[in-house]
């Protein structure tokens, strides 16, 4: 049935720069093939000083609203620490106790089939889940009065768990509206420049990956990269600057990995933008076999300051997981952060310990490694259980076991193959011990058994 008055709740976490990017795609999107369609949108604020009792009071706001249906986005939100999947099951939970007859629904690329069915009968208060890229389904939800007619969601209906196709993807992005030039993110944007110092704010240029590393949620479902036009793309960073946004990140999984499309792009970046200095600065993510010393070189012309690439461990063995050959030369790393000085770039590495087949002993290799070069950051993870990867599915494989799951983020393994409990901890003190010895470098650290956060 269909619904009449739909909020749509994300999470905003004030501790860092951050923008519901997902959320306003679908409802740019929505706005534009379903104008009938009415929505309101609303933030429930996290932090790591928030206490997890303290989300039931959020479920007292939500109910102020009086809506049919609540959907809580969880995909704005990156990473473990920050996945607030548990916390959401607690809201709805003290939500229908407040709302019997309310519905309420999450949206997730991260909640494939298999996961959706299990959520539905573990959690017999949560009613559907939107899965995969949110514009097809959400538009479907709101537009649709029959659920079995609507492409990408599970759902209650009795006593079954219905499990509808997944939703096609759409293939070009041109469709999807901007929702920073239809101005959705103005309030958002002032708000974020008004109470902090030079933020940063989420573009998008590409979707999909054609990669597989085990420890990613695409490893299951990877698709072929689709590009938002190059024109869209530069006036969305004019806009940004032009309401005086200072800094980009760009969230694609490996920023213009099409040598062609950079060359495009970079020159109608420089009609765009004539002089780099007045433009914001792009922090982007790439992987290191893409780069070289002209791609760099091209990167610094487009004004990127920041590239993050995934190190994680230089174990021969293990370099499968990270989609690489096991012969891959680590030397390009020397490379890369030769080449980014010239162009004041700086380097942010991550690396995951607890990685099956991989061991304590290699761990503080790649340690010894990443502080030799000196990067500007290091981002330093226990692997945890991305749900829907090839990790997750193959559990029983890797010997992994995972230990309490907490309810603001994704479960911490506790061992895998080649690591017990106590390597997990010796590798964390080793991280933190490389923390004080290198000063240089700031560090995040993100463990069951320590955290630490550099700004």
Same mark, same amino acid.
Request: hydrophobic content about 40%.
């Given at each position: 049935?269909?619904?009449?008055?739909?909020?749509?709740?994300?999470?905003?976490?004030?501790?860092?720069?951050?923008?519901?990017?997902?959320?306003?795609?679908?409802?740019?999107?929505?706005?534009?093939?379903?104008?009938?369609?009415?929505?309101?949108?609303?933030?429930?604020?996290?932090?790591?000083?928030?206490?997890?009792?303290?989300?039931?009071?959020?479920?007292?706001?939500?109910?102020?609203?009086?809506?049919?249906?609540?959907?809580?986005?969880?995909?704005?939100?990156?990473?473990?620490?920050?996945?607030?999947?548990?916390?959401?099951?607690?809201?709805?939970?003290?939500?229908?106790?407040?709302?019997?007859?309310?519905?309420?629904?999450?949206?997730?690329?991260?909640?494939?089939?298999?996961?959706?069915?299990?959520?539905?009968?573990?959690?017999?208060?949560?009613?559907?889940?939107?899965?995969?890229?949110?514009?097809?389904?959400?538009?479907?939800?709101?537009?649709?009065?029959? *659920? #079995?007619?609507?492409?990408?969601? @599970?759902?209650?209906?009795? +006593?079954? !768990?219905? /499990?509808?196709? &997944?939703?096609?993807?759409?293939?070009?992005?041109?469709?999807?509206?901007?929702?920073?030039?239809?101005?959705?993110?103005?309030?958002?944007?002032?708000?974020?420049?008004?109470?902090?110092?030079?933020?940063?704010?989420?573009?998008?240029?590409?979707?999909?990956?054609?990669?597989?590393?085990?420890?990613?949620?695409?490893?299951?479902?990877?698709?072929?990269?689709?590009?938002?036009?190059?024109?869209?793309? *530069? #006036?969305?960073?004019?806009?940004? @600057?032009?309401?005086?946004? +200072?800094? !980009?990140? /760009?969230?694609? &999984?490996?920023?213009?990995?099409?040598?062609?499309?950079?060359?495009?792009?970079?020159?109608?970046?420089?009609?765009?933008?004539?002089?780099?200095?007045?433009?914001?600065?792009?922090?982007?993510?790439?992987?290191?076999?893409?780069?070289?010393?002209?791609?760099?070189?091209?990167?610094?012309?487009?004004?990127?300051?920041?590239?993050?690439?995934?190190?994680?461990?230089?174990?021969?063995?293990?370099?499968? *997981? #990270?989609?690489?050959?096991?012969?891959?030369?680590?030397?390009?790393?020397?490379?890369?952060?030769?080449?980014?000085?010239?162009?004041?770039?700086?380097?942010?590495?991550?690396?995951?310990?607890?990685?099956?087949?991989?061991?304590?002993?290699?761990?503080?290799?790649?340690?010894?490694?990443?502080?030799?070069?000196?990067?500007?950051?290091?981002?330093?993870?226990?692997?945890?259980?991305?749900?829907?990867?090839?990790?997750?599915?193959?559990?029983?494989?890797?010997?992994?076991?995972?230990?309490?799951?907490?309810?603001?983020?994704?479960?911490?393994?506790?061992?895998?193959?080649?690591?017990?409990?106590?390597?997990?901890?010796?590798?964390?003190?080793?991280?933190?011990?490389?923390?004080?010895?290198?000063?240089?470098?700031?560090?995040?650290?993100?463990?069951?058994?320590?955290?630490?956060?550099?700004?």
């Amino acid at each position: 049935m269909k619904a009449n008055k739909i909020l749509l709740v994300y999470f905003d976490h004030k501790g860092v720069n951050y923008t519901p990017l997902d959320l306003g795609y679908a409802v740019a999107y929505l706005r534009e093939y379903a104008p009938q369609s009415t929505v309101k949108i609303l933030p429930v604020v996290v932090g790591r000083e928030k206490k997890i009792s303290d989300f039931t009071k959020d479920a007292y706001v939500i109910a102020g609203h009086e809506s049919d249906t609540v959907i809580f986005f969880l995909d704005n939100i990156i990473w473990s620490g920050m996945f607030y999947e548990g916390v959401t099951l607690r809201i709805i939970a003290k939500l229908r106790k407040l709302q019997p007859e309310i519905k309420v629904g999450l949206q997730s690329y991260k909640i494939a089939e298999k996961r959706s069915t299990e959520l539905l009968e573990k959690n017999p208060k949560l009613d559907f889940i939107l899965r995969g890229e949110a514009e097809v389904p959400l538009l479907g939800y709101c537009t649709q009065k029959d *659920l #079995a007619k609507i492409s990408g969601i @599970s759902y209650r209906k009795s +006593k079954r !768990i219905v /499990v509808n196709k &997944d939703a096609h993807l759409i293939t070009n992005l041109s469709k999807i509206p901007s929702p920073y030039l239809e101005g959705l993110f103005d309030d958002f944007i002032k708000s974020k420049l008004a109470s902090k110092k030079n933020p940063f704010f989420y573009l998008t240029t590409a979707r999909g990956c054609p990669y597989r590393c085990h420890y990613c949620f695409r490893s299951v479902k990877f698709a072929e990269v689709r590009n938002f036009p190059i024109d869209r793309v *530069l #006036a969305e960073m004019k806009y940004l @600057s032009e309401k005086g946004v +200072k800094k !980009i990140s /760009v969230l694609d &999984d490996t920023f213009m990995a099409s040598p062609k499309h950079l060359d495009d792009f970079l020159k109608a970046y420089k009609k765009v933008f004539p002089n780099k200095k007045k433009a914001p600065t792009l922090s982007v993510m790439t992987r290191p076999e893409l780069l070289d010393e002209k791609i760099i070189a091209k990167f610094g012309a487009i004004n990127v300051n920041h590239i993050h690439i995934g190190l994680q461990s230089i174990n021969p063995d293990v370099q499968y *997981l #990270a989609s690489r050959k096991n012969n891959f030369d680590f030397k390009i790393f020397e490379m890369i952060l030769h080449e980014s000085k010239k162009h004041k770039i700086v380097i942010k590495l991550d690396l995951i310990f607890g990685l099956p087949g991989d061991s304590l002993e290699w761990f503080g290799k790649t340690l010894d490694f990443a502080t030799s070069l000196s990067p500007y950051y290091l981002q330093i993870k226990q692997l945890y259980l991305n749900p829907n990867t090839l990790l997750d599915l193959k559990q029983s494989e890797y010997k992994i076991k995972i230990g309490q799951k907490l309810p603001r983020n994704a479960p911490l393994i506790k061992s895998s193959k080649n690591w017990q409990p106590r390597d997990i901890k010796k590798a964390c003190a080793m991280a933190m011990q490389a923390r004080e010895k290198f000063k240089k470098i700031k560090f995040k650290i993100v463990s069951e058994y320590g955290y630490c956060f550099d700004k």
